[in-house]
């Protein structure tokens, strides 16, 4: 079987940990003036991958 190779787009976007992947959150990159403080700092949290993605997740990083 020939090697994996790890998908770079998803290596910069998702990260691997104990319990599984996690990944940054969108609408924190323009127009943040009108967001509120409370939200953007609530954007700020690695949030996990739904357990539906998890497997697409593993086979575009190789594992």
Same mark, same amino acid.
């Given at each position: 079987m020939?090697k994996? /190779?790890?998908?770079?787009?998803?290596a910069?976007r998702? /990260?691997?940990?104990? /319990?599984?992947y996690k990944?940054?959150?969108?609408?924190?990159?323009?127009?943040?003036?009108?967001?509120?403080t409370?939200r953007?700092?609530?954007l700020r949290?690695?949030?996990d991958i739904?357990?539906?993605?998890v497997?697409?997740?593993?086979?575009l990083?190789?594992?």
């Open positions: 020939p994996l /190779k790890t998908s770079s787009g998803a910069k998702f /990260k691997k940990t104990a /319990k599984g990944h940054r959150q969108s609408f924190r990159n323009h127009i943040l003036t009108k967001k509120s409370k953007k700092r609530q949290k690695l949030k739904a357990p539906a993605d497997p697409l997740i593993r086979r990083l190789g594992h």
